[in-house]
């Protein structure tokens, strides 16, 4: 997503992750929106950080309490000793760590007491026997400080409330707002003015016709801005009413207003699981990016990126692009067996400095020789005419260059996350393998450059090594996106 004013820096946010501790601020005398240059630079050190979630780790002997791994981001990068491990136990954090409680389902990230210093929003959709629960804890120059729960405002109409997050400043106030999904047919605002001690200004929300149930309600939000105001726009995935009666699967655009976010229009194209908004065409405006692609009982339909471009109106009368296994100068062959799942994640990011975002797809279910559910990324290049199979490029564990091999369900590009953890002005991929070692799960970073993504530098870390505990910790699930 591209920033354009200190304000947007401070409220529009792309999922993200938060640390507990990490070297001081180096600067004196910051901005009153943000103190580090990145929404994502927690301790305000000048760089990205990166989190991780492991919503299947142990935790204090309790089984799929779930945790966050916080790496630092640093002029070498990230590296497994630079990280802090957080869970319900933590003394940061409200709560005791339950079985089942699987904090970390989603995360979100964002300036939300206005301190300068970005805050974590952490998900846990098994808490209480599934009813969910929220927790922010928030950031300042020492790392995270405390924190505190927001309450479910209408338990009784959903569960799993936390299972879809995103902050940015919706209601046009110069304040950043949480928004939390859940099983429910309401997407709930909670407006920016957060304090410590009291939470939240105030509430709305977010009505769509959305079906609901434990397998529906907002599958993920994602927040951007696509029409170029300065304010954050919403985008709700889910399941909803469309205007002949039917239930149709897509992506609900709201526009950030003063009273709460307009609806703006459906993206409906079936089986869309997830967006994430970035400009890949370098025209000013965020381009809101989907996936069509269904994965049920560990099988996986075949999969597409669709691009819908941003406009000064909101959206682009232009038809969106669709790209494919299929399509021209792509990798792989989406029909093949074994190779679909394209687009099960996605993450935007400019990886070569050009002033065009890119687009890593992570395709978890895609085979590789011989080795079923590998997993592998696919990293499309933005440009003037958006995005195409140009220089698109296809990564496994099997490049030369990238620690490890190609196993059987491995699941490979489980999450994947563009974002500069070295400093360089360039984005580095990291990739999440939710299956590796049997399910303790494992990920990976490789470097931007100029001339793209390079496997010189690129590190590798397994749970054990951040400090990760569970045969099922499943680490790598989510970057937050």
């Known amino acids: 997503m591209r920033v354009r004013t200190a304000a947007a820096l401070a409220a529009l946010v792309t999922a993200g992750l938060v640390p507990l501790a990490g070297p001081a601020s180096a600067s004196a005398t910051p901005p009153p929106a943000v103190i580090g240059p990145y929404p994502d630079d927690f301790n305000g050190d000048g760089y990205h950080d990166l989190v991780t979630a492991a919503p299947g780790a142990t935790a204090g002997g309790k089984a799929d309490a779930g945790a966050v791994v916080v790496s630092y981001g640093s002029r070498s990068g990230i590296k497994a000793s630079n990280r802090t491990v957080l869970t319900q136990d933590s003394a940061a954090v409200p709560g005791t760590a339950e079985r089942g409680d699987e904090f970390g389902s989603a995360l979100a990230f964002g300036d939300l007491n206005r301190d300068g210093y970005s805050d974590l929003v952490v998900g846990s959709v098994g808490e209480d026997g599934g009813a969910g629960s929220v927790t922010i804890v928030w950031g300042s120059r020492k790392g995270l400080t405390g924190g505190r729960l927001v309450a479910d405002p209408d ?7 936390g299972m879809a997050l995103a902050v940015g400043d919706f209601t046009a106030d110069g304040r950043a707002d949480l928004a939390v999904g859940s099983t429910g047919a309401d997407v709930q605002i909670f407006r920016g003015g957060f304090t410590k001690t009291h939470g939240a200004a105030s509430r709305t929300w977010v009505v769509p ?3 609901t149930g434990d397998s529906h309600g907002s599958r993920s939000l994602a927040s951007g801005d696509v029409n170029a105001d300065g304010v954050a726009d919403l985008v709700v995935s889910g399941t909803f009413r469309s205007g002949d009666g039917s239930w149709v699967d897509g992506n609900l655009v709201y526009l950030g207003a003063a009273s709460r976010p ?11 699981q997830r967006a994430v908004l970035g400009d890949v065409n370098g025209d000013g405006y965020d381009d809101v990016i989907t996936s069509d692609v269904v994965v049920h009982d560990g099988k996986a339909g075949p999969g597409r990126v669709v691009v819908y471009p941003g406009g000064a109106h909101g959206m682009s009368p232009a038809p969106p692009e669709v790209l494919s296994q299929d399509s021209p100068r792509v990798p792989g062959a989406g029909r093949a067996p074994g190779t679909d799942s394209f687009g099960a994640a996605l993450s935007v990011g400019d990886v070569d400095g050009d002033g065009y975002e890119d687009v890593a797809v992570g395709t978890p279910y895609e085979g590789v020789g011989s080795a079923p559910r590998t997993g592998t990324v696919t990293l499309l290049l933005g440009s003037v005419s958006g995005l195409t199979g140009r220089g698109a490029t296809r990564w496994t564990q099997n490049t030369p260059g990238v620690p490890d091999l ?5 699941l490979w590009g489980s999450a994947v996350r563009l974002a500069d953890l070295d400093g360089d002005q360039r984005a580095d991929l990291a990739v999440g393998a939710r299956r590796e070692n049997g399910g303790e799960g494992a990920v990976w970073t490789l470097p931007g450059s100029a001339a793209g993504l390079r496997t010189a530098g690129s590190v590798s870390f397994h749970a054990a090594s951040l400090g990760v505990s569970g045969t099922s910790a499943q680490l790598g699930s989510l970057f937050g996106q």
């Open 262 to 272: 307009k609806s703006l229009r459906t993206l409906a194209d079936g089986g869309q």
């Open 209 to 211: 016709a959305m079906e």
């Open 155 to 161: 338990a009784s109409s959903h569960h799993r409330f």
């Open 406 to 410: 190609d196993e059987a369900d491995d």
